[in-house]
Every structure is written in C-alpha cells, then in structure tokens.
C-alpha cells in the first residue's frame, strides 16, 4: 500500500452516561494529519449516526478506509457497518481485538422488549467476524465495501507493530485525553 493512504480510525472512551468519539486520520505512512471529535450516548442507539456525522464533519476526500474500533460502543451501542458504508461511501472495517462468541447473550443479558430487538437485529445483520494474524497477534475483523482479502490488507497496512492498527490506537487515545480534559 501506498505510503499517502489514509484511513480514519473510530474510537471511543466513556466515563458515566457520555461517551466520546474520537477520529484520527492517520497515513499508511503512519503520519497522523487530522482529527475530529464526537459523542454517543451509552446504553443508546445512535453509534451509527455519530460516526456517519464524523465522517461528515471531518470532510475529507482523501481518507480512502474507515476503521472501527469494535462493534458495539458505549455499552452496547451497536454499529450497523452496512449503514455506515452506504453512507460514507468507503470500505468499513471493524476490528476487534478479544475471541468471544459474539454479543448476542450479552444483549440478552441486558436487555429487552424493543430495546433488545432493536439491537438484536442491527447486530445480526453485520457480517460475519473473521480471524486475522497481524504481526504476533490475532485480531478479528468484519468488513463491508471490499473482499475479506482486502480488508486483511488494509489492517495490516495500518498495523507497524502488535495488532492495534495505528488509526485505532491514535483515536483511542484522543478520546481518553479528550474525556480527561473535559473532567478535569
């Protein structure tokens, strides 16, 4: 991959009922060039939209692939993938990083009535989690917008060591100093 691709990477951290959304556009090159902040509600429904509206917000032509940390934010706030690529135009790959079978007994276990159908069938219409060896570590990733080889690439690319692609790791961090500017 070429060094100039961009990527942005979603990431969160949340502290009470407020969560907040960090985006770091960041270079295949590994030079980080753009930031944009955002927020969710925890425990809520509006993930999806707080990353499209990032997106949005952040308007940059050149970011070729958005990059998810996770598939449920704040507390079970599911992203639909597929609702994101429509609307942002661009691949989208969600990258976990702990082996699980999946959401569905958590969600169970914590919710019901509409609030669990509502997640429920977000979640079911996701595609399906695959394992992926970057460097010395397993990652497991969902992709919408390009072939699974693709998206393999695309993480390796942005990974330079461990298995936190790069994107992911600048935006997690922004959302923590971000989340401790704002308590402080």
């Given at each position: 991959?070429?060094?100039?691709?961009?990527?942005?990477?979603?990431?969160?951290?949340?502290?009470?009922?407020?969560?907040?959304l960090?985006?770091?556009?960041?270079?295949?090159?590994?030079?980080?060039?753009?930031?944009?902040?955002?927020?969710?509600?925890?425990?809520?429904?509006?993930?999806?939209?707080?990353?499209?509206?990032?997106?949005?917000?952040?308007?940059?032509?050149?970011?070729?692939?958005?990059?998810?940390a996770g598939?449920?934010?704040?507390?079970?706030n599911?992203?639909?993938?597929?609702?994101?690529?429509?609307?942002?135009?661009?691949p989208?790959?969600?990258?976990?990083?702990?082996?699980?079978?999946?959401?569905?007994?958590?969600?169970?276990?914590?919710?019901?009535?509409?609030?669990?159908?509502?997640?429920r069938?977000?979640?079911?219409?996701?595609?399906?989690?695959?394992?992926?060896?970057?460097?010395?570590?397993?990652?497991?990733?969902r992709?919408?917008?390009?072939?699974?080889?693709?998206?393999?690439?695309?993480?390796?690319?942005?990974?330079?060591?461990?298995?936190?692609?790069?994107?992911?790791?600048?935006?997690?961090?922004?959302?923590?100093?971000?989340?401790?500017?704002?308590?402080?």
């Amino acid at each position: 991959m070429k060094s100039g691709v961009r990527a942005l990477g979603v990431a969160e951290s949340y502290r009470g009922d407020a969560s907040t959304l960090a985006g770091a556009v960041t270079r295949a090159s590994r030079v980080v060039d753009g930031f944009v902040f955002g927020s969710c509600t925890v425990g809520g429904t509006d993930a999806t939209d707080a990353v499209v509206d990032l997106v949005a917000r952040l308007d940059r032509e050149d970011v070729r692939y958005v990059l998810l940390a996770g598939m449920a934010l704040s507390w079970y706030n599911v992203l639909d993938l597929n609702r994101i690529q429509a609307a942002v135009e661009r691949p989208v790959v969600s990258v976990t990083f702990e082996e699980s079978d999946g959401l569905e007994d958590a969600l169970d276990a914590e919710f019901s009535g509409e609030e669990l159908a509502r997640r429920r069938d977000v979640y079911r219409d996701q595609p399906p989690r695959r394992e992926l060896a970057v460097n010395d570590q397993t990652v497991f990733v969902r992709s919408v917008g390009m072939d699974e080889r693709e998206a393999g690439d695309v993480v390796r690319a942005f990974t330079p060591e461990g298995g936190r692609p790069e994107p992911l790791r600048v935006a997690r961090l922004a959302a923590r100093a971000a989340d401790e500017w704002r308590d402080a």
